[in-house]
């Protein structure tokens, strides 16, 4: 059975979606998310800005506490006004603060939430009237929301053009698997910058586990090799994606790749 987010990514993309994901597990701050990270992600898919936010969300107050902020190409007045908004309340940041994984959305067309293919017509609000001004017409929203939508650290990372484009199904796969690693890489900066290295204490068999998922591998087949029951691989899982802080598997892998958990063979 195909997976949904690759049949639509050629060989040739799939080894640059490869060589960034390295590139990500390799960087260690924003220096290295502009100097080698995104300048590979240029060669899969066009893009005029990126935006990147990592920060914790409290619903309740609506307060958003930002950790670390990374702007490409966006002029600083754009982002003095914008702050002067009431922006957690625009459609997609809504959305995303919600927990919705990707979001195409056009200053024309609308927003699609991809993992549904609902598409919606948003009213024009400030936010997306301050976007029109400066040049900005379409783009891509990820998300990266905590397990569970427990406390934790969110991060809303978005690419956009001056073009209005429509939905890339190629695109979206491409997201799909490399925000879990670009998250990763804001996690680090942002523990560098605080002094912090957090690391998670996994147990032999959860490292066990979590190799064999590096490998591709379902709860199904690692229960036949491993010689225990789905249900307990999948407990395991769900065990070492919360000391990990993994909304899904491919991040549990990425983070604990990044931490030194697994290597990278």
Not at 78 to 88: I, K, M, N, V
Not at 199 to 219: D, F, M, P
């Amino acid at each position: 059975m195909s997976h949904p987010q690759r049949e639509h990514l050629s060989g040739s993309d799939a080894l640059l979606v490869l060589e960034t994901i390295q590139a990500c597990l390799a960087a260690n701050g924003e220096r290295d998310l502009r100097e080698t990270v995104y300048p590979r992600i240029e060669k899969l898919f066009s893009f005029d800005y990126a935006v990147a936010s990592l920060g914790t969300w409290q619903p309740s107050t609506r307060g958003w506490s930002q950790q670390f902020f990374l702007n490409r190409n966006l002029p600083d007045s754009y982002w003095l006004a914008f702050q002067e908004l009431d922006w957690t309340a625009d459609p997609v940041v809504a959305e995303a603060l919600r927990g919705q994984p990707h979001q195409h959305w056009s200053m024309t067309a609308g927003q699609t939430l991809l993992d549904t293919g609902e598409t919606r017509l948003p009213p024009y609000t400030p936010c997306a009237r301050l976007a029109m001004d400066y040049g900005v017409h379409s783009g891509y929203t990820s998300t990266i929301a905590p397990l569970g939508r427990k406390a934790g650290s969110y991060s809303l990372i978005t690419f956009c053009t001056r073009k209005d484009d429509a939905v890339d199904p190629r695109t979206r796969g491409i997201l799909a698997h490399l925000t879990p690693h670009l998250h990763q890489v804001l996690v680090r900066e942002a523990g560098n910058r605080a002094g912090q290295t957090p690391e998670a204490h996994l147990s032999g068999r959860e490292i066990e586990v979590l190799n064999w998922l590096k490998a591709g591998k379902s709860s199904w087949d690692i229960s036949m090799v491993l010689g225990i029951s789905e249900r307990t691989v999948n407990f395991h899982v769900y065990n070492l994606m919360r000391k990990l802080g993994a909304l899904n598997r491919p991040q549990a892998v990425a983070i604990a790749a990044a931490q030194g958990v697994i290597g990278l063979d």
